[in-house]
């Protein structure tokens, strides 16, 4: 196909003038704002622009106890007496106030993160909204959801979580463990720190009983600290692998509670009976959503070998037709990555995989020169024993394998230390079910890609992590006898 004939989008940029970013932001303990001891703080930084946004506070040890003891004392004093049923209002009015400002939250992920405006809008955003509502209702049904067991809450939950979906995330965290009579001390990654303090600011305003949740910024030190905590009953931790198995190491015989969702290095498997024009959508979908920078990323395709040439020009016609650049514009497809680190990483990848004596591929579209960009990328001619293949990028970079039968693809798309998602497309609903029995991944989707919903639970095997979030089973990482 012939994209060269000059047809492009007008602009449409998402305004951000309704927005008010304080120029510096204090952390939130016992639900007042409250400067860190120390007095350090350290910027933010919109990636598509390079421009600092806020000050944000760094809490040290000495913060991280204030919000313990916050936690505590909410904890015994208020939340775990208050009746489920009051509990569940409560998380509930969270749900409305992130809904009435949905717009707000959409742009500063947007500013903060670098996704792309229409992802923030359409996806972050009311999914961490309905986890708020999906959990209000089970607050008072817990009896229900364990038949024959007396659910009770753990206590005190640390929760660190990544910068890739920084309100959605905090949503999985904090709203299963208010419902199930917890209280929190949260913590945002370093880039992206902003939604999670206006999700604060909402919490302060929703009359949450003081100290319940507790939001406090600050790098991996500040992380290190919630988990050492000797106070806290579980950690709850999204992230990479490595800081996982640290901190799986730092808790050992301490009897706190350990859930870990951690990397990914999905298969997305094209059968050759499968809808290809929408395999392709689900492929785009799978590796370019978000930047790539998703822990369940089809990452790894495999596309059987009689339609391989055709899903791949597809593949190619697509991606010509991918908008990369300013995450405020509704038409761009690929936002900033989120950091110069996180993008030097990738192209540290891009090398690698040439250097392995993989092809490259990337479409002819423009990247802005300001801001950290990177351009969607194909890796052909790639083997199992790749580095580029086995290790999470973490950015919109896809490789590309063939493959002849079944127990082939299977045995391939295993051969991974993670075990987080797969996808799987094929018009067969009986390959479908020999494929999931299959394929030693914690979620798979069938004709589709990067489905999210409050009732399903999601988390992984291997180095994925354990345990679940989302659904009954995120309810029962934070009850005991559950
Ligand atoms: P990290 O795992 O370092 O960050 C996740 C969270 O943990 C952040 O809040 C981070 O703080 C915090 N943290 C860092 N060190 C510690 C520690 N020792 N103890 C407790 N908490 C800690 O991920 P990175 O941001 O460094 O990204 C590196 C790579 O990890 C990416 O390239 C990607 O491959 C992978 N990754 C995977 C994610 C997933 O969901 N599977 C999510 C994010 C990254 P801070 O960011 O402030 O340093």
């Given at each position: 196909m012939d994209f060269s004939s000059g047809f492009s989008y007008a602009p449409a940029p998402e305004s951000s003038s309704h927005v008010k970013l304080q120029k510096q932001y204090e952390l939130f303990i016992d639900g007042k704002w409250q400067k860190p001891v120390k007095g350090k703080y350290f910027d933010t930084v919109n990636?598509?622009?390079?421009?600092?946004?806020a000050r944000v506070a760094e809490a040290t040890d000495e913060d991280v106890d204030k919000a313990v003891k916050a936690a505590r004392k909410a904890y015994d004093t208020v939340w775990s007496k208050m009746p489920a049923r009051e509990r569940g209002k409560y998380i509930y009015r969270i749900a409305r106030m992130i809904q009435e400002r949905a717009r707000e939250f959409s742009v500063i992920e947007s500013m903060d993160g670098g996704k792309s405006i229409r992802e923030s809008r359409d996806v972050d955003v009311p999914l961490a909204a309905n986890h708020f509502f999906y959990y209000a209702g089970w607050a008072d049904k817990l009896e229900y959801a364990f038949p024959g067991k007396k659910p009770e809450p753990l206590g005190v939950a640390g929760q660190i979580i990544p910068w890739n979906f920084p309100l959605l995330m905090a949503a999985w965290k904090i709203a299963p463990a208010l419902a199930t009579g917890n209280t929190v001390v949260l913590k945002p990654a370093e880039t992206t720190s902003l939604t999670a303090l206006k999700l604060a600011e909402i919490i302060q305003e929703s009359g949450?009983?003081?100290?319940?949740v507790n939001i406090i910024t600050g790098a991996g030190a500040t992380g290190a600290a919630i988990v050492n905590h000797p106070d806290i009953n579980k950690i709850a931790f999204t992230g990479s692998t490595g800081v996982g198995k640290r901190i799986q190491q730092s808790i050992a015989g301490t009897g706190k509670r350990l859930t870990l969702e951690l990397g990914g290095k999905a298969a997305n498997i094209i059968f050759e009976d499968a809808a290809l024009d929408q395999a392709v959508e689900g492929i785009v979908n799978g590796i370019f959503f978000n930047q790539g920078h998703v822990?369940?990323?089809?990452s790894r395709l495999f596309v059987q070998e009689g339609v391989a040439d055709k899903v791949i020009r597809k593949l190619k016609d697509r991606m010509e037709t991918l908008i990369v650049g300013d995450p405020m514009d509704k038409n761009t497809d690929i936002g900033a990555i989120n950091s110069a680190e996180q993008l030097k990483r990738i192209k540290e990848y891009l090398k690698i995989g040439v250097a392995e004596g993989a092809e490259m591929y990337q479409p002819s579209c423009a990247i802005p020169k300001k801001g950290y960009f990177c351009p969607p990328t194909l890796f052909f001619h790639?083997?199992?024993?790749?580095r580029i293949v086995q290790e999470?990028?973490?950015?919109?970079v896809l490789t590309i394998q063939t493959f002849r039968t079944v127990e082939e693809v299977i045995e391939k798309a295993n051969n991974t230390p993670y075990g987080l998602s797969a996808g799987v497309w094929t018009d067969k609903g009986s390959k479908i079910f020999n494929m999931t029995t299959k394929l030693k991944a914690g979620v798979i989707w069938a004709n589709t890609y990067n489905k999210f919903d409050p009732t399903s639970p999601f988390g992984g095997y291997k180095e994925s992590g354990f345990g679940r979030e989302g659904g009954l089973h995120g309810l029962s990482a934070y009850l005991k006898n559950s």
């Open positions: 990636p598509a622009t390079e421009q600092v946004l949450l009983p003081d100290g319940v822990c369940c990323a089809g790639t083997s199992q024993s790749h999470e990028i973490f950015g919109p």
